[in-house]
């Protein structure tokens, strides 16, 4: 007799139905791969847009405190020598700059000077 037989000595069925319970696996298999493949492009279509190329150019600078008047700056702001700028603020009417040296300088509109003093830190 064959390995293909069964051990009963009947013959096999050729249309035997495939069992419940393999067919509930076959499909659970199969909407789970879907599923795992629509996943996979979101996460590789929000990767594109997060870290591709950026449809807006560095934002201009806000509108003043009451969002209604348009910051006017000057071309160029000239500091004291040997004072080196760590940041700068700006508000309506006022440039403020700190510098490395912990000095604070403050332009008016136009680039003119109206005010420096020193920043003293307190532990």
Do not use: C
Request: without cysteine; glycine residues 8%; aromatic residues 4%.
């Amino acid at each position: 007799m064959s390995d293909m037989m069964p051990s009963d000595g009947t013959e096999p069925q050729a249309d035997t139905a495939p069992l419940p319970e393999l067919k509930f696996l076959k499909t659970l298999v199969t909407v789970l791969a879907g599923t795992m493949i629509v996943g996979l492009i979101a996460v590789i279509a929000l990767l594109v847009i997060r870290l591709g190329p950026q449809n807006n150019p560095q934002q201009a600078l806000p509108a003043g405190l009451s969002g209604s008047q348009a910051l006017t700056l000057p071309e160029s702001l000239l500091l004291p020598e040997g004072k080196t700028a760590q940041s700068v603020s700006y508000s309506a009417n006022r440039i403020v700059i700190l510098t490395t040296d912990d000095d604070v300088l403050v332009f008016d509109h136009t680039g003119e000077s109206i005010g420096a003093f020193a920043l003293t830190l307190t532990p």
